[in-house]
Structure formats: structure tokens, C-alpha cells
T-cell receptor, first 114, second 113 residues
């Protein structure tokens, strides 16, 4: 148990659907992250939020829309996705400055786009 | 930007033997090098990290070494056990905090009984 909870764990959607992924952390961290994990590829950073403000958008297509209503919650809204978007989406939290650079990951949401 | 190469992609060792995973990085400004372990169905979890002012760090059966001149760092696991089977990721970043991590592609470590 890392203190970062992601829902749903599995999601299957068609290309015309709209769905959302949810992430919640109660570790008191000031930063939250969305990563994409595909087979045989490094973890890809998608978005960074610091104290609810988006500080990084790593050239992610607009069909992915993040939302951070407060420091403990992070959403990833999905619409008109492509089959190549099928992957494991990992949420993480951490502190942007300080001694430790540790990221605390959730267990991920496995997304399949048909 | 930073580029991290990790080898091998798959490593199979006999239980009780040692395992070594190697990473190289490209940005000489990187000064923080963590290793994450990802078990099946779970997210990655930090197991050990090292900063560039240290050449080696050890925690029980795991150790990390860093060669700044050659820009490579390695994870060493001794006396491997079945629970060590997982995917291991190295990463590099400049500065403190959780931002700016560039990850390697991962090594699938298989411990043979």
C-alpha cells in the first residue's frame, strides 16, 4: 500500500467513448503526476501538477485532459482515444523540491481502447 | 534532454546467485539516480537511490554504484530470492525533488528456483 489509490483498475472503451481515470493521495505531497507505461518503452511523463497548478504538459494529445481540483485528487479525462493509447496509466505523487526525489505510484489503470 | 539506456532487458539468474543491471545516462548535469521495482500488477516502488556525491550505497542485499566519469550506474542484488522477481527501472534527474525523472526501459529479472 503506497498511499496512492487509482480507480478503475481496468477500463475498456471504444474510440468514441468518454471516460475518466481517478487518482487520490493522502500523503501530504504537493505534486501529482500522470505517467503512461507501454510495453518495451520507458515510463512516459504526461502531466505534472504542483499545488493544483499544471506545471508540465509533455506534448500530450488533447484527447487526454487532466484535472486537479485539489492537492489530493487528480483526474485524467479521456475522449476519442485511439487503439495506440491502450496502456497502463500510472498516477504518482511526490515533493517537487527537497531532499528526497521519491515518487509514490499507484497500482495503475489498465486501459484498452477498442 | 536526458537519455537513459538500461541493459539487459531480461535477466534470468539462479536463486542465491547475484544479479547486476546496468544503466547509462547522457546528461552530465544529472545528479540523482533512483531504482524502482515493479511487481506484477503493482506500480513501481523506490528501492534505493544515489546522489552524485556518493560512489556507492548499500541497503542489505541491494547496492548501487555510480561512475560519474563514465556516466553509468548499476544495481547489484546479492543472494537473490524468488521475491526479487520483478521489473526494475533505473532513472536519472538533475536536482532534487520528484520532477524531471527520465526512466530506462526496464529489466525483467527472473529468479529460477
Amino acid at each position: 500500500e503506497t498511499g496512492v489509490t487509482q480507480t478503475p483498475r481496468h477500463l475498456v472503451m471504444g474510440m468514441t467513448n468518454k471516460k475518466s481515470l481517478k487518482c487520490e493521495q493522502h500523503l501530504g505531497h504537493n505534486a501529482m503526476y500522470w505517467y503512461k507505461q507501454s510495453a518495451k518503452k520507458p515510463l512516459e511523463l504526461m502531466f505534472v501538477y504542483n499545488f493544483k497548478e499544471q506545471t508540465e504538459n509533455n506534448s500530450v494529445p488533447s484527447r487526454f485532459s487532466p484535472e486537479c481540483p485539489n492537492s489530493s485528487h487528480l483526474f485524467l479525462h479521456l475522449h476519442t482515444l485511439q487503439p495506440e493509447d491502450s496502456a497502463l496509466y500510472l498516477c504518482a505523487s511526490g515533493t517537487r523540491t527537497g531532499v528526497t526525489g521519491e515518487l509514490f505510484f499507484g497500482e495503475g489503470s489498465r486501459l484498452t481502447v477498442l | 534532454g536526458e537519455n537513459v539506456e538500461q541493459h539487459p532487458s531480461t535477466l534470468s539468474v539462479q536463486e542465491g546467485d547475484s544479479a547486476v543491471i546496468k544503466c547509462t545516462y547522457s546528461d552530465s548535469a544529472s545528479n540523482y539516480f533512483p531504482w524502482y521495482k515493479q511487481e506484477l500488477g503493482k506500480g513501481p516502488q523506490l528501492i534505493i537511490d544515489i546522489r552524485s556525491n556518493v560512489g556507492e550505497k548499500k541497503d542489505q542485499r541491494i547496492a548501487v554504484t555510480l561512475n560519474k566519469t563514465a556516466k553509468h550506474f548499476s544495481l547489484h542484488i546479492t543472494e537473490t530470492q524468488p521475491e526479487d522477481s520483478a521489473v526494475y527501472f533505473c532513472a536519472a534527474s538533475e536536482g532534487g525533488g520528484a520532477d524531471g525523472l527520465t526512466f530506462g526501459k526496464g529489466t525483467h529479472l527472473i529468479i529460477q528456483p
